[in-house]
């Protein structure tokens, strides 16, 4: 059997090319160049480069006709029509056409002169030389010793006390720009270790407000098994500091048989199985909204994180580090559920004055 | 430079003895260059060589992507407020009509229900940013897995790093800015993380905030970060990204006729230009066309912000998915310190991993070159196969990526796939270690069996699927030998030799103690180098032997 590799395409006949200073195996197969260019069909048949031609110029014109579609797409189409299309059910007409008939007139565009590359304009390829991104020595000397002049010109290197004092000033003026940004907000003092529940006190108690209701709520309006949200009483959706409030206010009540309550002092700050738990995650924040009824369970959306809410919200699964601070309750005089206090514990997420 | 003659001649005729313009054009440019010197800057690059392969166009994705998040997002800005000044919705959503929310929300709403195009271009805006961050990402794979980033181009390799990770940041903010309910869960996030930093935490929520969460400053604030201050950085990057490229030309696939010192390919005017220029418009038109079709983002859906409320399916957009699983799958460590200080480990951790995470893919370059002790110049790019350790690092980095996405996706994998959640939290707790350091060892050795295959290949020629029989009755299959190019193409690669220690005494016979570091990498090489690390290319002998042998094959 014959090999079509001629005796110079091995190693022997070279040298070697490679001059590097980390030693490598040899190519054993010397580079036999590059390779002769082969014509396409459009560059020997003219009829096909006709047809070639004739494809682009087609898609250009395809997309002359869809900006055409899209303007027109733009008058026609109000915007609140919704159509049916299979398969992706009820979408806007206006949406739909206007962004179809932009994509086929980039995309024909693009494809036109692509084809056109493609099958036109010249594929022979061609060999660039490459220069070695380094300079020579001799550039290098010259550079540095012009550097070297400058340098000793400015006496930079000499005068020792003029350098570092100027490095010292350089490095302190940026602390100018970190201290103007103090104004970006206040200081935290207290702020995120007490909520909106702090007015609250025996003599004054705050009532629990229902959120979707938003009316007080009396013990039999919360039935086994329910899990209700609550706001403190005065607090308006019309608020300016409403986000702010609700942020740290929100509250979950679940009410528990109290024979099924496992913790004792979770229990007594309750009213007649009546658990009054922060909705905020302590893991980062999110409202906690998933409740399992049979096992008492309490999940957040966010990261999972899952609290016992039968024994005194103890984490049992996900990232969260504590338990779900937890608001003393009682009823008033009529008979209302309220809060005598705040939280014991600052709600949400810790943070490092946070006190255990 | 023509005139020396004296003053009075100068000025009399042309001092150029450049010929007549042809035609308008020319003299157009001829008009330009002395301003501007558009011929000197024109020479080396009109003619300018770009190698062909398919994946040299991940790179312009990237770039086109880039173009268009910019176009559609003046648009949008056009239309957007960003405040969080509170309004009532009266709107042609009616679902949401009489409800409560800020004006940013209001003027999305309006942005997609109102202002005709609207919907589509936050559309185009919104999946341009997944195509921009995810060709970033593949991009990178192909510079990675090709060595591209190989000395000259570690500096172009960083800057491409900073850019993903710019983008990555650019494209949270940008989807916390419409207020609803998912990009204020996202925020809130934020704002546990920011709080769980030791000492300073709780005074950079305030500051970032502008007080307690959520205040009314940060959308305003985002929005400028995030139209403004990124972007004129990624501008800057990308500029600078793109004129090293120019500089250092392209790299190119080992072949016949290409070498260290050359680029073969196609001149940028006309065959570039064309295909490239085309290319944006390809680009462009599909994101419009998935921008018809495929919703995204779709903050109607969601609702405006509201602290106490949430919804299920919570999650950031595909590529924050690796924080969200880092922070998904961390137990929640609190401790005391410094007598009654909270230290938020089971935030604090995943926070800190998240930087390593990315910043051990901008680093390697640098470790690479220090293990290989290699300081000339790569312009030829490596297959994936030739470098095996390398290979595998990227491929268990990227399967570390995967296993935390899983992570962060956890309850939509619970529900799609009828897991138990916490059963997939767990794997994924585990799969953080074990996952990564499985893919790289299958990877290498697949590398490995790849590499066999070609000096396979090479000495023995492709398998042919003709059956001869032989005299003696014997059957075989009749091997084709490889023609000279594919023999130079799958043995043009170059194997590097372990770093060696030197000799524990030197000439005079002087004991030498080896350093640390020098250990470190003698051993390094030898994993990256050594007996197990690569397959030694066949040598010319051996080619010989075989074919000058009985022609048993």
């Not at chain 2, 690669?493 to 030197?506: K, R």
């Not at chain 2, 470190?520 to 075989?546: C, D, H, M, N, W």
Request: glycine letters at 10%.
């Amino acid at each position: 059997m014959s090999h079509d590799i001629s005796e110079e395409n091995l190693p022997e006949s070279h040298g070697d090319s490679h001059g590097h200073a980390v030693a490598v195996h040899d190519d054993p197969f010397a580079d036999p160049g590059l390779p002769v260019h082969e014509p396409r069909r459009t560059d020997i048949d003219e009829r096909a480069a006709k047809r070639a031609e004739r494809q682009v110029s087609l898609m250009f014109v395809i997309s002359m006709l869809a900006t055409i579609g899209f303007i027109a797409s733009y008058v026609i189409f109000d915007i609140d029509k919704i159509v049916y299309i299979f398969p992706l059910g009820h979408v806007s007409a206006l949406n739909f056409a206007l962004g179809l008939t932009l994509g086929v007139a980039l995309f024909c565009i693009g494809a036109g002169a692509v084809h056109w590359a493609r099958t036109l304009m010249s594929d022979h390829e061609i060999p660039a030389e490459r220069h070695p991104i380094e300079a020579d020595d001799e550039v290098r000397a010259d550079v540095i010793e012009q550097f070297r002049t400058g340098a000793a010109e400015s006496g930079f290197g000499r005068r020792k006390m003029i350098r570092n004092t100027m490095i010292g000033s350089m490095a302190l003026v940026p602390l100018s720009g970190v201290v103007l940004l103090r104004d970006l907000g206040p200081m935290p003092e207290q702020k995120l270790n007490h909520t909106g529940w702090q007015v609250a006190t025996p003599q004054k108690p705050l009532q629990l407000i229902n959120v979707n209701t938003n009316e007080p709520m009396k013990p039999e309006d919360v039935i086994v098994g329910s899990l209700t949200f609550a706001k403190p009483e005065g607090l308006e959706e019309e608020a300016e500091d409403f986000q702010v409030q609700i942020a740290k206010d929100a509250l979950m009540l679940v009410r528990i048989a109290p024979d099924d309550i496992k913790d004792n002092e979770s229990r007594d700050k309750g009213f007649e199985g009546i658990l009054a738990y922060s909705k905020i995650c302590t893991h980062v924040g999110c409202p906690i909204s998933l409740y399992e009824q049979q096992t008492h369970h309490a999940l957040c959306p966010c990261h999972q994180s899952t609290f016992d809410l039968a024994d005194g919200a103890r984490v049992i699964f996900g990232p969260a580090g504590h338990p779900l601070p937890q608001l003393k309750i009682t009823t008033d005089e009529q008979g209302f559920l309220v809060a005598t206090g705040d939280f014991d514990e600052p709600v949400g997420p810790s943070f490092w004055e946070r006190k255990r | 430079m023509s005139t020396t003659s004296g003053a009075t001649s100068s000025a009399s005729k042309p001092a150029s003895t450049r010929a007549k313009p042809a035609n308008k054009a020319e003299a157009a440019a001829d008009w330009a260059d002395g301003r501007l010197g558009i011929y000197t800057l024109a020479k080396s690059n009109l003619r300018k060589i770009f190698p062909d392969h398919w994946s040299f166009m991940l790179g312009e994705i990237c770039l086109y992507s880039f173009i268009i998040i910019i176009l559609t997002g003046v648009y949008l800005t056009l239309f957007f407020k960003p405040s969080m000044a509170e309004v009532v919705y009266h709107g042609p959503y009616t679902p949401l009509d009489g409800i409560r929310m800020s004006e940013a929300y209001a003027s999305t709403m309006d942005i997609s229900f109102e202002i005709r195009g609207g919907l589509l271009i936050r559309q185009i805006h919104h999946w341009a940013a997944l195509v921009f961050v995810a060709a970033m990402l593949v991009h990178m794979m192909r510079v990675f897995f090709t060595g591209a980033f190989r000395k000259p181009r570690e500096i172009n390799w960083v800057f491409g790093f900073l850019l993903l990770v710019l983008g990555m940041f650019d494209g949270f903010f940008g989807y916390s800015l419409p207020d609803d309910l998912l990009s204020g869960t996202g925020i809130r996030f934020m704002e546990g993380a920011i709080l769980a930093v030791p000492i300073v935490g709780t005074y950079i929520q305030m500051f970032l905030f502008g007080g307690q969460f959520p205040g009314t400053d940060i959308v305003p604030r985002f929005f400028t970060i995030h139209v403004l201050l990124i972007p004129g950085i990624m501008l800057g990057l990308l500029v600078a990204h793109l004129i090293l490229v120019f500089y250092h030309k392209h790299t190119q696939w080992a072949g016949p006729g290409k070498t260290e010192k050359n680029v073969v390919g196609m001149p940028l005017m006309p065959v570039y230009m064309a295909k490239a220029g085309g290319f944006f418009f390809l680009v462009f038109g599909i994101i419009s066309a998935i921008s018809a079709i495929a919703t995204i983002n779709p903050i109607w859906a969601y609702g405006p912000y509201r602290p106490d409320q949430v919804s299920t399916d919570a999650q950031p957009d595909w590529y924050m998915g690796f924080s969200e699983g880092l922070i998904r799958i961390m137990p929640g460590w609190e401790i005391s310190v410094w007598g009654g200080h909270t230290l938020n480990l089971g935030v604090m951790v995943p926070l800190a991993i998240f930087p390593l995470v990315l910043v051990a893919i901008a680093v390697y370059p640098f470790i690479e070159g220090w293990i290989t002790g290699d300081k000339r110049e790569h312009h030829i790019l490596d297959r994936p196969r030739n470098a095996p350790v390398r290979t595998a690092l990227g491929a268990a980095w990227i399967s570390l990526y995967l296993v935390l996405l899983v992570g962060g996706g956890n309850d939509l994998f619970a529900t799609h796939f009828h897991l138990s959640l916490n059963s997939i939290t767990y794997f994924v707790r585990v799969g953080f270690f074990v996952v990564p350091v499985i893919v790289f060892f299958v990877t290498k050795r697949w590398c490995l069996g790849l590499q066999r295959r070609d000096k396979e290949k090479v000495l023995h020629g492709r398998e042919s699927g003709v059956i001869k029989r032989l005299p003696h009755g014997e059957f075989v299959e009749v091997h084709t030998p490889l023609a000279a190019k594919d023999l130079h193409t799958l043995t043009a690669h170059e194997q590097h030799q372990p770093v060696e220690l030197a000799a524990a005494t030197d000439e005079n016979g002087v004991a030498r103690k080896a350093g640390v570091l020098a250990k470190t990498r003698a051993k390094l090489s030898e994993g990256y180098f050594g007996e197990g690390g690569q397959i030694v290319k066949p040598t010319a002998e051996e080619f010989r032997e075989i074919e000058s042998g009985h022609g048993h094959h």
